[in-house]
């Protein structure tokens, strides 16, 4: 019988090591600078290629390791260092998500390599879904996909919202609406090639964290791609259309299988964020003097700090848990992924908000990072679904009662 362990194996190890160095090195000492210029990093992003930590074949590895452990434990290095710039590097990998989880082998072969790009001229890929009316309400989609059966191609229209990298990638993911009678079963997702005409962003949104990675609006005006770029491929869409027109089970539909794999991913991240935090304040509550002696020295900091460190290890077994369940093809029947990304995105907001707090006026002033962290870590609350959507999908899951 094997034995159970938490340990992690000397591969895993290994490549907590790397990344770690990579986000010491690297990320780390140009955080500050991307976060205050509001732009995307791309020198940063280009020495990730360079060594490898930017790339599909990156991605590749981390997905053979059978445990699922290998990504989030790179996510949470990476944004340990910086969540801007992690998600500036990571944020690629969402729409790769989606066409690993509803293109063909072909579609996989063609389009992946080129969200990427090369070494020497690194691209992005943006993934974009959310909408102006549509964002928890995936089922409110309005933009439309229309087929052109005489020339094999479909027309997309319609407005995209909040999509990391829009307007700046050479690949967009887009979903949208086939038939819309059909709500959320009745959609699609397509690949718009680069430099497709009538894809357009207009401006850079301008957020409260994550200031490094590029957020835009998007929009899709007779937006014209070849058959091809329909993840899955026509017969596909016509065989589950048919089956939601006959009121059969569905098995799922674009926007939220892509949230179901990166979940727990997403929960990695916040981890990163709140572990940076609570390091920082560690260290500063054990050389901050007051009354003649470090303020660690004080129950209410110190349980605080242990409180801080607890619930950061638990929403990292929570997270590790839903990782395992979903590269091993285990049912979420509790929504366990759900649980993972809800524990640790509220972890980050409380342990950055207890840094800040700790650290007193200093944590108020942009000469220590615990400000950035806790501007960074409210939208762990928010995208790839809410907080409460979470609860949402969690208390369905255990009831089994269609919970509105």
Known sequence: MTEF??????????????????????????????DAREETPWPVIQEAAKVGLYGFEFLATCWADPTGLSLPIASEELFWGDAGIGLSIFGTSLAVAAIYGAGTPDQMVE???????????????????SEPEAGSDVG????????????????LRGQKAYATNGGIAGIHVVTASVEPELGSRGQAAFVVPPGTAGLSATRKLRKLGLRASHTADVFLDDVRVPGRCL????????????RARSGQRASG??????????????????????????????????DRVQFGRPIIENQAVAFALADMRMEIDAARLLVWRASWMGRNNRPFTAGEGSMSKLKAGEVAVSVTEKAVQLLGGAGFLRDHPVERWYRDAKIYTIFEGTSEIQRLVISRAISGVHVR
Request: glycine fraction near 6%.
């Open 231 to 242: 993840l899955g491929g026509k017969e596909a869409l016509d065989e589950r259309l048919a």
């Open 140 to 155: 409110a989609m309005r933009t439309r996909a229309i087929y052109d059966e005489a020339r094999d191609e479909w027309v």
């Open 253 to 286: 539909q674009a926007a939220m299988r892509t949230f179901e794999l990166s979940r727990p991913t997403v929960g990695a991240q916040a981890l990163g964020v709140a572990r940076a935090a609570y390091e920082y304040a560690l260290d500063y509550a054990r």
């Open 5 to 34: 362990s938490l340990d992690l194996n000397e591969e895993q190890r290994d490549l907590r090591d790397w990344v770690h160095g990579f986000a010491a090195e690297v990320v780390r000492p140009a955080a500050a600078e991307w």
């Open 111 to 129: 389009w992946v390599p080129q969200c990427f790009g090369s070494t020497d001229s690194p691209a992005v890929a943006a993934f974009c879904t």
